[in-house]
């Protein structure tokens, strides 16, 4: 509702600090005037891949993030948007188990957040599961994963897109290794 735009990225190399630049459109034109760090003040809670979700309604960002080596647990941030600045909760792990990468959308008939993920599993390969979950406060209590693809080779999910038409979530995801079949 404030004529905004949000860019979340990943500095690197470590700790691999997740930031937001928050910017406005002026004509063609994109001006950032405030660039705000959320997660990877450490270590422990240094992020690789970030997918951030917007909940209009309720003027909050949910971030899901995938940590780094060795700690490759999920991690949720919701941050509250106030006119034009944003300030974060607490990043948090939220699933303790090794994923590789993570996308996500919000679901704006239910006000869910739906995560897609690939999960290892030690001695049989990589999982595709999905999770739903709702916000509350600065944190997401997310149900039980449910797996969409169970076999090798791997996958790798990409994006996840709400329809609030049909009131459906569409996956696009790409089977690896080659040929990369999406």
């Known amino acids: 509702?404030?004529?905004?735009?949000?860019?979340?990225?990943?500095?690197v190399p470590g700790p691999y600090t997740g930031k937001v630049y928050i910017g406005s459109v002026s004509g063609n034109t994109v001006n950032f005037d405030m660039d705000k760090t959320f997660s990877?003040?450490?270590q422990n809670d240094s992020v690789s891949l970030v997918s951030p979700v917007l909940d209009i309604t309720n003027n909050r960002i949910i971030v899901s993030t995938s940590g780094i080596s060795p700690n490759l647990a999920l991690r949720a941030i919701v941050g509250t948007v106030s006119g034009s600045s944003i300030s974060f909760g607490t990043p948090y792990i939220w699933?303790?188990?090794?994923?590789?990468?993570n996308t996500a959308t919000f679901d704006s008939n239910s006000n869910k957040v739906v995560l897609a993920y690939k999960r290892y599993v030690s001695g049989v390969g990589y999982y595709g599961e999905l999770v739903v979950g709702s916000v509350s406060?600065?944190?997401?209590?997310?149900?039980s994963p449910q797996t969409f693809h169970s076999t090798n080779p791997g996958l790798w999910?990409?994006?996840?897109?709400f329809n609030p038409n049909n009131n459906r979530i569409y996956l696009f995801y790409c089977l690896v290794p080659g040929p990369y079949t999406g």
């Not at 509702?1 to 500095?11: D, E, H, P, Q, W």
């Not at 699933?95 to 990468?101: D, G, I, L, Q, R």
């Not at 406060?137 to 149900?143: A, E, I, R, S, Y």
């Open 137 to 143: 406060g600065d944190t997401v209590n997310f149900g």
């Open 95 to 101: 699933a303790s188990w090794e994923t590789v990468t």
């Open 1 to 11: 509702n404030n004529n905004r735009i949000y860019l979340f990225y990943c500095l």
């Open 40 to 42: 990877g003040t450490s």
């Open 157 to 161: 999910p990409e994006s996840l897109l």
